[in-house]
């Protein structure tokens, strides 16, 4: 490394900083003259195998020191075999999953020629009108902090090389905190709550050893974080000891200008070079000016030397310059078996069962007719959800078909579209359409929201079920028939007016590929949900934001105080109701609690049950419980555990997440779930990084959800 890195001009060395944007499908002069000339590290944006094949030819063969490429793609959710939405895959709950999707992901990608994607994207998010909610995996920094980093772990394996690609953790940090939910916008978080709630997954995924960090688009506090020293020269590196390298965003350098931090590019590619940002993403600052800054700044190439040595090393651990060629075969034709069953695993595990009235579900497969209703009950597009630049539908199984194949021969499966696309305002044939629910069994009605809806730029202002959807469920509520409603969504919505009208409610994201057969298999029974939500649920817009750890204030809701708009008497005297935090016109509770999903089976919890009352700040508290499936089909749980940390120098929230395991339990059988909980779980950190444990009295819960079925108590104490 150090013999390549003395051989290299400072021209050279500036050219690893520098990603290029692919033509998509050919090498385009331009980029093969700069690749010739070593002005280029990476390229973003390139999958066709002889392009790639003739990229990397180009490096190796015709630059001067023959570096090969770093080739970046987002493979968010899949490459050819889509997995579902990763806010799905995080309603799993199960890292091994989530660790396996992105293995399959980094498998297919690596054959193409990718050998880095841009993921997992690890923003808390807290609010669902944000259009990337989609991409991350909730609002709790544990939850995160424990997927995400799975995540890492499957994309990069033990080793960097073969069929593993290099992750990075996305976007640092807190970009998922824009105000009213509108993306790029200016993030407001205070240093306690950057600290505790949004780095937590950072500083695991940099534990784990994530090759890469993304700088992410937002101004935190007046400065963007592409040129953000202290984000990343103080926090990452010297306070957290990250060893990768660190890419800006799409243009984010360029873009500090427009933000008004620096005048033109040439300042801007300073602030990020000052900052600690290794490498930009498609704008030209370090190449158009880095070296004239330099220069100017009288500073020799030293922190030069380190950013490029990071991108070396990344280089190096990728074994891409174990070859002499960097052939890459290519993707498959037809997906690997393997790899669809693996997606349609992750698929059942994502869907969250919220409503089941009368055991409506699951549906007996000797029904004589079944109406399948709505716009995405059929396409195969829609279904694999938002950041698929790979995904082709062909490979897609749709609900619909997935239904029909599940079903007796003597059943009849009936299928209307019902509407143009999910936004429609007009139900088309609503009389023939009625007739047919009329007529069947029980109609499943898949609706929710287009792929389109969701992702990068894609934010709402209202979140109801978007067209005419909520009334086509209203005119269908008036036939006898028992109605099913699937959701395809990529956040959140709004579903206080249609759950009276319907009898279940499946929410299964955008499932991806496989997405059909496991919504199928829930439906009839085949599989058992499990799902649980990895953000809350609101009941309005206006409630956000909510989420399950907000913080109690002096004067905390609760069902006795709450006032509602209707019980208020005329000219009543302002304080003689409530005066709690709420809301007049809307229950303070959220729709949906975090942590929650029903089962085909139901459970109980027994016997909570501490090691000790006391433990000392470097002891640990083993807490068990009894869960008990009191139903005769096998069910998966997820168990979760919460604390508060009930008096502490900074206010604590009421209940955090610390630990959830996953367990299968047979029908009628009781297992023990057991966790251990030391100063990992119990302390916080402050503004300046210091982690406190401070001792006193802790409540720790325990139970199916965010509202746990049992609580206990013990004290934390500091022996001296
Ligand atoms: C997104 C990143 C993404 C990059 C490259 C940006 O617009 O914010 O998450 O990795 O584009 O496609």
Redesign the pocket.
Same mark, same amino acid.
Do not use: A
């Given at each position: 490394m150090q013999q390549l890195l003395s051989q290299m001009t400072q021209e050279e060395k500036i050219g690893q900083l520098c990603q290029v944007s692919g033509a998509e499908g050919y090498v385009p002069d331009h980029i093969r003259h700069a690749i010739q000339s070593g002005q280029v590290g990476s390229v973003?944006?390139e999958v066709h195998k002889e392009t790639i094949n003739e990229l990397q030819r180009i490096a190796i063969e015709e630059s001067r020191l023959g570096i090969p490429l770093l080739v970046?793609r987002?493979v968010i959710h899949g490459f050819k075999t889509i997995f579902p939405i990763p806010l799905g895959q995080a309603a799993s709950w199960n890292p091994e999953i989530i660790e396996q999707g992105a293995k399959v992901a980094a498998k297919e990608a690596s054959m193409a020629g990718v050998n880095w994607t841009?993921a997992p994207?690890i923003d808390i998010s807290r609010d669902p009108r944000w259009g990337r909610i989609a991409?991350s995996l909730g609002e709790d920094p544990y939850l995160c902090a424990e997927l995400g980093s799975a995540m890492v772990k499957g994309f990069q394996g033990d080793y960097l090389y073969g069929e593993s690609i290099a992750a990075?953790a996305?976007?640092f940090v807190g970009y998922g905190a824009a105000e009213s939910g509108k993306d790029y916008c200016a993030t407001n978080i205070p240093p306690n709550e950057l600290r505790n709630v949004h780095m937590v997954p950072f500083k695991a995924a940099s534990e784990n050893k994530v090759a890469t960090f @993304?700088s992410s688009?937002s101004d935190i506090d007046g400065v963007p974080a592409s040129g953000n020293k202290w984000l990343f020269d103080q926090v990452l590196r010297k306070d957290w000891q990250f060893e990768g390298f660190v890419v800006s965003?799409?243009e984010s350098i360029s873009q500090l200008t427009i933000h008004g931090l620096t005048e033109n590019l040439k300042g801007a590619a300073w602030k990020a070079f000052d900052a600690g940002i290794d490498m930009e @993403?498609v704008s030209t600052g370090y190449r158009d000016h880095l070296s004239e800054l330099l220069q100017e700044h009288d500073e020799d190439d030293t922190r030069l030397n380190q950013m490029v040595e990071r991108i070396l090393t990344t280089k190096f651990q990728l074994g891409l310059f174990d070859q002499p060629t960097l052939e890459c075969p290519g993707i498959f034709e037809q997906l690997p078996e393997a790899h669809l069953q693996a997606a349609k695993q992750a698929a059942v595990e994502s869907c969250v069962l919220l409503q089941n009235r009368d055991d409506v579900l699951p549906l007996n497969k000797n029904l004589s007719k079944i109406a399948v209703i709505g716009p995405l009950a059929d396409d195969g597009y829609e279904q694999l959800g938002t950041w698929i630049f790979d995904g082709e539908e062909r490979h897609s199984q749709s609900i619909l078909s997935a239904v029909q194949s599940s079903v007796s021969e003597q059943t009849q499966v009936e299928f209307h579209r019902a509407m143009n696309t999910s936004r429609s305002h007009e139900v088309q044939n609503m009389d023939a359409l009625t007739e047919s629910v009329s007529n069947a069994d029980v109609a499943i009605l898949v609706l929710g929201e287009e792929a389109i809806l969701s992702g990068?730029a894609h934010c709402r202002a209202e979140l109801g079920l978007p067209g005419c959807q909520e009334q086509l469920i209203e005119q269908l509520r008036q036939t006898d028939t028992q109605l099913v409603l699937v959701i395809l969504a990529g956040r959140p919505l709004t579903l206080e007016p249609v759950l009276n009208n319907v009898d279940a409610v499946l929410y299964a994201w955008h499932p991806g590929s496989m997405g059909g057969p496991a919504v199928a298999d829930l439906l009839f029974g085949d599989a058992n949900p499990s799902g649980k939500l990895p953000v809350t649920f609101p009941r309005k817009v206006g409630q956000i934001p909510i989420y399950y750890s907000q913080k109690l204030s002096g004067k905390p809701v609760n069902e006795h105080n709450f006032v509602h708009i209707d019980d208020i008497p005329v000219r009543a005297a302002q304080t003689s109701l409530g005066m709690a935090s709420n809301h007049l016109d809307v229950h303070f509770t959220p729709q949906f609690q975090f942590g929650f999903g029903l089962s085909y089976s139901q459970f109980s919890y027994q016997n909570l049950q501490l090691s000790t009352k006391q433990i000392d700040v470097d002891g640990t508290l083993v807490v068990s419980v009894d869960v008990h499936n009191t139903s005769n089909r096998t069910g998966v749980e997820v168990v979760q555990l919460y604390i508060h940390d009930r008096v502490a120098s900074l206010t604590r929230p009421p209940k955090e997440l610390k630990g959830f395991q996953r367990v299968s339990i047979g029908p009628g059988q009781t297992q023990t779930v057991t966790f251990n909980i030391d100063k990992r779980h119990l302390g916080f950190y402050i503004a300046d990084g210091t982690y406190l444990c401070e001792p006193g009295i802790f409540s720790i819960g325990i139970g199916s959800s965010s509202n746990p079925e049992l609580w206990n108590e013990f004290e934390l104490i500091k022996t001296p």
């Open positions: 973003i944006n970046g987002d841009f994207m991409e990075c996305k976007h @993304m688009f965003d799409w @993403m990068e």
